[in-house]
């Protein structure tokens, strides 16, 4: 069921029907990303170098090379702070979009069953917002653990396959369900959407792919969701 709902997904996200959702997600990720870079860096030139200069001898023989170690410094600065903030800035604006993959999904594969309900726009801005907590709780996590050999990579898997998976889930159940159903109908196939999202998990840690982990996601629980359902339906009518 995980295997063909994920299977199912990857179709959905390379789909003509999503190339819509798709390049907007791109398109408004890589225009935040580079409109962060600017803010970051001018944020570094304005206020942090002056103060780390502040520091340097006025000797004419070290300021030159403390110029350059500052310099490389930034770079280097600024790259690992855009590496962690590629997921948070998805996640976010992702999560405006996941009522859009989720129709999609809908429409594709079941045809014949009734729609689900979109959240309207207060509900989906406070969903992105959750999604991006979620993914930076996370990473945070699964950071600190990193320093603990042997453990830092199951971490990563476990605590946010658990995150992702909760999450993501409840998101598909709640366009069919009241939230207090959603979260009850996730608890009672908890192991199936843990082991669901540790398959996002996987997909995560995938450079550069997992800027699409919010709509492989979105729409592998939306996939879920209706195998459950269809198969406790089947179960009642034996």
Known sequence: ?????????????????????????VGLTLFALVALWFALRGAFNSFILPW?????PSTSDWTGWL???????????????????????????????LDDVAEVVEKR???????GTAMPIAAAMKSSVRFLGVVIVGNIVALFLLFIPGVNLVAFFLVNGYLLGREFFEFAAMRFRTPDEARQFRVKHALTVFSAGL???????????NLLTPLFAAGMMVHLH????????ALRAR
């Open 109 to 115: 594969n079941y045809p014949g069953d009734a729609p």
């Open 226 to 233: 209706k195998l459950i359902s269809r198969q406790e339906t």
């Open 52 to 56: 780390l200069q502040g520091f340097m």
């Open 1 to 25: 069921m995980i295997v063909l709902a994920a299977r199912l997904s990857l179709a959905n996200l390379f789909a003509p029907e999503t190339r819509k959702v798709f390049w907007k997600v």
């Open 67 to 97: 110029t350059l170690f500052l310099a490389i410094f930034a770079g280097i600065a600024l790259a690992l702070a855009m590496a962690l903030l590629i997921s948070p800035v998805t996640a976010l604006i992702a999560g405006l979009f």
């Open 199 to 209: 398959v996002i998990a996987a997909f995560l840690a995938i450079p550069l792919l």
